[in-house]
């Protein structure tokens, strides 16, 4: 007898998203494309054409109201208000706001980070590619994920937002600190958290002193000398944007770590990437594929809007559900083989669509082209050493652990 699909979707549950998770989402894509899952009155979208829909309508679906399933969790409980904590006073962040404030600011973040400028930094990138692989060695078990994955985003973010390398295990602490706001369950665990939220905030107000003493060639100084609404953008709002610019290296880090795990379980990929490294950018976008280092996010619907044959209410919200969406065979043909080669109309969502499509996507990308360009360039293999661990987590996706050996 098949389980009604009450009792499979279980997406507030970590031990939901392993392989099984793909199977619940094919048969949701038939039975209920626009699944209404009560404990948190929300409707969860598994069709490419849907969340897509959604994604470049702002105008019917707002990100003004809450973008993770467990901001919703919180509101349910009482306690959106211990959220507050982390929103810094008038620090208006593009995430978060809907057209046509959210262009204005989009604008302020995407002239720091605009191809030319991230090409000028490509030495520098590949110099942390180098230093990373070189303490790597060869052929001795490491854990790729503690030992390059999540080394490799926080140097880059220290050396955009020129700050020192000796900060790097400060701002792995606060990376993770930005993570837990989506893993919490009460408000009374979002005290430790908020402790070194802190201590981020405060170390950023002396680099944004800092850089208004002495400017550099690095995004804090530029943001600074930026213009929003016509004058220089607040201190609050500067800060908002450099935290978030830093927490992007959460998903970094998954990215790169799901990268390893599928070159380390097929190892013809790397001499097939070594005979034409024009390869490497479709195994890039089908590791984003198979494995979106964010599951999804929120949008709120402004109107009464039907969508997927179902009705819903102005105020309700919709989850966007990459990894369903991301399969979705009526989209990707035979869409859960790796396929480096794999060519469509537009491709995965694991960035997003439209107006918020993520503004880290190129820096992202940038990252992990040079780290396992490098990484071919010295090795004939990477092999599984162990076996890994799941982040358990309920907005992100990718490996705690993964032992590898590389060997050249």
């Not at 962040?93 to 000028?120: C, E, F, H, W």
């Not at 034409?276 to 195994?283: A, E, R, T």
């Amino acid at each position: 007898m098949t389980a009604p699909l009450a009792d499979l979707v279980l997406v507030e549950d970590t031990h939901f998203y392993d392989d099984r998770q793909f199977g619940v989402y094919d048969r949701m894509r038939t039975e209920a494309p626009a699944y209404y899952y009560q404990p948190l009155d929300v409707f969860l979208l598994t069709r490419m054409e849907d969340v897509r829909y959604v994604s470049t309508h702002p105008d019917q679906f707002s990100n003004a109201a809450g973008l993770t399933l467990n901001q919703l969790r919180m509101a349910k409980a009482g306690a959106s208000a211990a959220f507050e904590r982390f929103n810094e006073p008038g620090g208006e962040l593009v995430i978060t706001k809907d057209p046509p404030r959210q262009r204005a600011l989009r604008a302020l973040m995407s002239q720091n980070l605009t191809p030319r400028y991230l090409q000028g930094f490509g030495d520098a990138l590949d110099g942390f590619c180098r230093d990373l692989l070189d303490r790597a060695g060869d052929g001795s078990p490491f854990d790729f994920v503690s030992s390059i994955a999540a080394q490799l985003p926080l140097y880059v973010a220290a050396a955009l937002l020129g700050v020192s390398e000796v900060d790097i295990p400060r701002m792995k602490s606060w990376v993770a600190a930005l993570e837990d706001l989506t893993r919490v369950t009460s408000a009374a665990e979002l005290e430790e958290p908020g402790q070194r939220f802190d201590e981020l905030k405060r170390f950023l107000r002396d680099q944004l002193e800092l850089k208004r003493r002495v400017p550099g060639n690095d995004m804090i100084s530029a943001f600074l000398a930026s213009t929003l609404d016509g004058s220089p953008p607040s201190e609050a709002i500067v800060l908002a944007h450099v935290a978030t610019l830093m927490s992007n290296g959460g998903t970094t880090r998954l990215l790169l770590s799901s990268i390893a795990s599928f070159l380390a379980a097929s190892s013809s990929q790397l001499e097939l990437i070594r005979a034409d490294p024009g390869l490497l950018d479709g195994v890039i976008e089908e590791c984003l594929r198979l494995m979106p280092p964010a599951r999804g996010f929120v949008r709120t619907a402004t109107a009464d809007v039907e969508l997927a044959g179902t009705r819903i209410r102005a105020g309700q919200r919709l989850y966007l559900l990459y990894p369903a969406a991301n399969r979705d065979p009526g989209h990707f043909t035979d869409p859960d083989r790796f396929d480096p080669a794999r060519r469509q109309a537009y491709g995965h969502a694991s960035f997003g669509f439209g107006t918020h499509f993520c503004l880290g996507a190129g820096l992202a990308r940038m990252e992990a082209k040079a780290l396992f360009t490098e990484l071919i360039s010295r090795y004939s293999a990477i092999r599984a050493a162990g076996t890994p661990t799941r982040y358990e987590h309920v907005q992100l996706n990718g490996w705690a652990t993964l032992p590898v050996t590389l060997h050249r």
